[in-house]
């Protein structure tokens, strides 16, 4: 120990707290210290875009490419034929999905996992209320006229009116009722088909996406880990390092207790 007059004595003969011997965890544990809030840590887990792998999707998304641009043109020509049978409304929303599909597949269907989901979901409301007008006139279409025949007044001043009611049932395509009838039948036919592909790739590639999403924390997790930590320095860091190092290699790994000597030489003081 090497001591001076109104100076502490000087050494290592106190025990150093037990240091940890992965450089692992003391990577992971000084990253953590990093981060201001317990807030920002939480704000950041729970974010939509942390919960999803960054990047191009999975091969296995990208291969079905060819089925999507398949539901831009059905998407396009239903909305074609929604115009064409004077549907302003049907038209506006299958447009709407179109818009959506092209946004899902741009950029190399780099957004497909943030929006998947929410197009499955879409698709699938479309599909429901679609589907229930064609299963009831699929067999037929059915029309109904209601013209007056009779009308008197009676006694008391009271007016009475007699109609009558027509019901014809026209077959679901027929040349005979001109353009924007059977427009409005195949807009009826091609609009399920389309929701119901919809439907499937949205929920394939989100399937795809979060069975991908483990192996993608998993490594990030492990970057993280390994990152060298900055702003903290500590005399223990490369050994830690070493030990670490060392124990991948499947070697023997040094204790970092052991890199410390105590002092065991003559104590000396200082004359002033």
Request: glycine fraction near 8%; aromatic fraction near 8%; proline fraction near 8%.
């Amino acid at each position: 120990a090497v001591s001076a007059p109104g100076l502490p004595t000087l050494g290592l003969s106190r025990a150093l707290p037990p240091l940890p011997d992965d450089f692992q965890f003391a990577s992971a544990l000084a990253n953590l210290q990093k981060l201001p809030r317990a807030s920002k840590l939480a704000s950041m887990l729970l974010s939509p875009e942390m919960m999803l792998p960054m990047g191009p999707p999975p091969q296995a998304v990208l291969d079905q490419r060819w089925l999507w641009q398949i539901l831009l043109t059905m998407l396009g020509a239903t909305a074609v034929l929604r115009l064409l049978g004077v549907d302003v409304a049907g038209a506006m929303l299958t447009g709407l999905m179109l818009f959506f599909s092209v946004i899902i597949t741009r950029d190399g269907m780099q957004e497909v996992g943030k929006y998947a989901l929410i197009f499955a979901v879409l698709c699938g409301l479309n599909f429901f209320f679609d589907a229930l007008p064609l299963l009831t006139e699929v067999g037929g279409r059915m029309s109904r006229s209601t013209q007056p025949i009779e009308a008197h007044t009676t006694a008391d001043g009271v007016r009475s009116t007699t109609y009558t009611v027509t019901t014809k049932v026209t077959p679901f395509f027929d040349p005979s009722q001109g353009i924007i009838y059977n427009a409005q039948s195949a807009a009826m036919l091609a609009s399920p088909l389309c929701m119901a592909l919809g439907v499937y790739l949205a929920l394939s590639a989100h399937n795809e996406i979060q069975r991908m999403s483990p192996e993608a924390w998993a490594t990030d997790i492990e970057d993280f880990a390994f990152a060298p930590p900055t702003g903290i320095s500590s005399p223990s860091l490369g050994a830690l390092a070493s030990s670490a190092s060392a124990r991948g290699r499947g070697q023997t790994a040094m204790d970092p207790r052991e890199t410390f000597e105590r002092f065991s030489g003559t104590g000396h003081k200082l004359d002033g």
